[in-house]
């Protein structure tokens, strides 16, 4: 096949997920991001929970059943680790902020960290909550 026959190869217009390839830095990305979103979602179960204590003890226990229950309790456990994830990745963010931690090892190495930090920490929270009767 010569040159001329060959089709023109066209790229994309801008880059895409299906271009670049995955990696845990990419992920660790979007993990961020998600997990700010997810703590503004904390924020508004935290508002409720002030709005319920408030309104008195009929009002306090509604809210404290739904969030014993097993959906609640979910929503706390993903709460729980999107607080821990953000705050380990905000730690990383802090040293790449100073200049440091930028070659590929280093970087792939702390969002393992990140990620270990984060499941480590929340299940260290929970087990405590069950150990003390908090669950």
């Not at 997920?17 to 830095?25: K, N, P, S």
């Not at 997810?38 to 309104?55: E, H, P, T």
């Amino acid at each position: 096949m010569t040159d001329a026959a060959r089709p023109a190869r066209q790229p994309p217009l801008s880059p895409h997920v299906q271009v670049w390839r995955w990696h845990i830095t990419m992920l660790s990305s979007i993990l961020h991001r998600v997990t700010g979103g997810a703590l503004y979602g904390g924020a508004l179960i935290l508002a409720i929970w002030a709005i319920c204590l408030g309104a008195g003890p009929e009002a306090y226990m509604s809210f404290m059943t739904i969030l014993g229950s097993i959906p609640g309790k979910v929503v706390m456990f993903g709460l729980t680790l999107a607080v821990f994830y953000h705050l380990g990745n905000g730690v990383r963010h802090l040293v790449w902020d100073a200049g440091h931690g930028f070659d590929v090892k280093t970087a792939n190495l702390t969002s393992v960290a990140t990620l270990a930090f984060a499941l480590a920490a929340t299940l260290a929270i929970w087990v405590i909550a069950a150990m003390t009767g908090a669950l």
